[in-house]
């Protein structure tokens, strides 16, 4: 059930992208179109035109031979003959895909009416394209062939004139295992369907692994791991069915099933599994889906994975990451962390001084929400860079510029807690998914490279790697580069990286040397000095994580500075600083996975929902609310990996056009602002476009393997204002909300959503931004998908236990008046060890005095 492709109703309108990757040549929307209406008319399932396919090509073949057998030969009609069996081939591919696809919209389409049938049993929403009825018949009478009862839940969906018979079994792997479907009239006994095993037309949706611990069903001994099956049904419906349906007549399917493997002695028994979790299976967090970095060449092919080629030793990584990420050091003025603007659940806590315009050293409350202006993060404060400090540890020489206090962000730090299942970083997504050893740009620098020491001894630059799945280290050497966050400007780069490593690298400098670091923490507890610090250095850190090759040579390499274009010699370990830095970032921000809120203990049936909750995810899958459109998956997101890499780009009509959009997957204009104030995806402020889609109309195909070709006449890249769509676990302790913070509550979010957005009127808003029929005018509905989305917290996350403990924080919470001067108002984070601490560390909703507002009745 994994990466089921969305949206696809929309995608209905130009299907053809990901079916021509490879053949973008013969992909003409014209031709596309005109395959899809055969393919539809003919009305041919998948086995049917393999059928037609192979009739074709033995026929081909048979021509070409007579051709070889024909002396002389005729090369030139030989070739020709090649020539077009490869295109036969090409379209036969071309086709098979389609149809693929062309299936798999309608089974989500069939989920889709699931979804809203298994809800709420309101009236479909008049837009809903699968209108006619959908109801589902629940009860379902589950017995294997001896005739005891097995845990699973049956029933149908009826859309239109088709209904889809679904089935979820226990141990079910093929469809094979069923034997027999049987629906009937339960007041006139009229049998429907009776279904021997030989016409189950189903496709079966196999489900993932779940633990057998699932209280409502398991009575028995505890079988071996069951898996849960879908057989899914698409059948005609006739009418004196529907007739039975509406009159209450229509009885449960009765379904047969063989699977003795899994249930040896009927274990499972009595129960039915509720759907809504089944549902949430879909969306159990499984690090197992996050891949591996690998190392690939600027053609993208594999050279091998980043611990083959690069790590030596992973868990060593891990710690000089953490201690890179929490290290105060890395600022300029020894006061700036990456962790200081993401401390807490990933996201910055501070209420003081963090607005990107406006009254400097503004304290918020909550009062000021919604806000007017972007609530950002404080960085470091104007100055210009003049050097490292030369004799001892210290902050940078720097010139004071101007302005009292920090500057701040324009917009706010998204969470990184599992944004290593993100495919870009950033709320733009600028920090590329290829990750090129300097720099966020990914495969757009071509000069960006690693010096690495070959086989003769000699150090090289490498420019022809780049390090795949790798956003986060993209991201990670962004924030060090940028005079607002970290570094001394006068401009971005002003400070560069090797430069940050002849701070770290001083034998002078302790990493964390300036912070207490818990002796119980879960990664660095080893190495804690007692009073601050580790006892250890970045280089023998370094050393142990990292193989040889990257930093072990006298040779000096001389580097031209990127903003003074002064020449200097730096060590092999400094030259390399950037990709060592982003690598070992990444690698302590891939353990920062949060799979044990109250939802994945539900899902994982370890524990329940409330009632409550439990409306709140049945309206949040609801295809009346659309919100697991955008916000689907493990994740609660489509800009992840599992998304993106099956369909980069997709096209729909936007709200207020009437060509065909083309946007980046998992990057949507919501309407939170006019689209102006922050182009978001469509950014044109860097060397070239950073979405997918604007690439592909620009014919530029070097950034994203196979990006499928989509001139701006079939689809125009429609990206403005596209912010990524965030996760939503955590959601509880990461207000206030949105890329610019404008929402205290998750209850406002809710309700900015029902009303259709701020703006509605935005260039290339999203289409699903409307009035949502089943929330207008219900605050109680509303409050309660809030209520669920409120079970998405990792406990842990809460108490900074491992892996989410850090080091000592000391943070400038805005500014203060000392003796006359201005200086940090500095609030103190205690460390965590992997116990975390005993009362959570209050967060931003709770500084400014939010509260949760009382579930209201609807009227
Ligand atoms: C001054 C505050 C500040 C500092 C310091 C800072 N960040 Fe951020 N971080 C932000 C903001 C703001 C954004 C969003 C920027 C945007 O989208 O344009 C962000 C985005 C991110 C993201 C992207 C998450 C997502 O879902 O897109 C990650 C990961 C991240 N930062 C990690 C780091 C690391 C690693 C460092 C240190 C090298 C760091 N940050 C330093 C403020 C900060
Ligand atoms: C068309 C895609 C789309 C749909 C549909 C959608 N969202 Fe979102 N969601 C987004 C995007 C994109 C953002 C970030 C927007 C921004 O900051 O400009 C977002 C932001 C959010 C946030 C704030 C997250 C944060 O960290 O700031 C919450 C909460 C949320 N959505 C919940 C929902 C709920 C609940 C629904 C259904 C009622 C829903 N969304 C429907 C795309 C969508």
Redesign the pocket.
Known sequence: MQNKPRRLSKLATLPFFVAFTLSSSIASANLEQEMQTTLEEQGLDYKTLLEQHRTERQSFRQELRQVRRTRPIDHNLLASLRDQERDLLQSHRAEIDLLKRLQQRDLSEIRLALRRSAGTGEEPEPEHEFNALLELVNGAELTDENGIPVGGEAGIAVFGNRMDVEVAIGGITSAGDVSSIELTNCSTGEVFLQLPPSELLGEVVIGPDIPPQIPDVNVGPLAPTPEFSLVKLNLPFSNSMLAALENGNMCAPVVLASHEESHPEGALTGNFIDHLRFEALEYILDPSLLPEPRVVDRQFNTLGTVSELIVKDQYALEKLGKAF?WDTQVGSDNK?A?A???SLAGVDWRTKNQLAEGEGNYEVTASDFPLSTVL????VQNAEFVEVNPNQPGEDVCNDLSGDFRQV?G??????VN?AF?TF????GRAHRFFNGENPLGPVDTNAGVYKVNGSGYVEKNTNILIDYSS?AS??VG??ESHV??TCGPVDRSRFFPQLAMKLLNSNVKPLGLQKVHSEDSLLGGMANGTAGLNTSYESMIKKAFKDEYWDSATPISLQHPVTNQWEDYSMMEANFAFIFGLA?QAY?RTLLSGESKFDKFARGEGDLSEIEKEGFNRFLSGGTGCNECHDGPMFSTATLQFTLVEPIEAMRLANSDDNGLYDSGYYNVGVRATEEDLGRGRQDLPGPIALSSQSNAGIDTLWPNLPMVSAEEGKASVKGHM?VPTLRNIELTAPYFHNGKYLTLEDVVAFYTRGGDFPLNEDLDPDMKPLGQLLGKPERQAKIAAWMRTLTDERVRYRSAPFDGPELPLPNGHKMENGQIVDDIVIMEATGKDGSVEAFATFFERVGGTIPEIPEDD
């Open positions: 990420f700036v990456c200081s603007c993401h950002g993060s404080q960085g962000t917009r706010q730090a998204p969470s990184v944004a993100n970083q950033f709320w733009d986060l991201q990670a924030p060090f966050e970290m970032v921000e990524k």
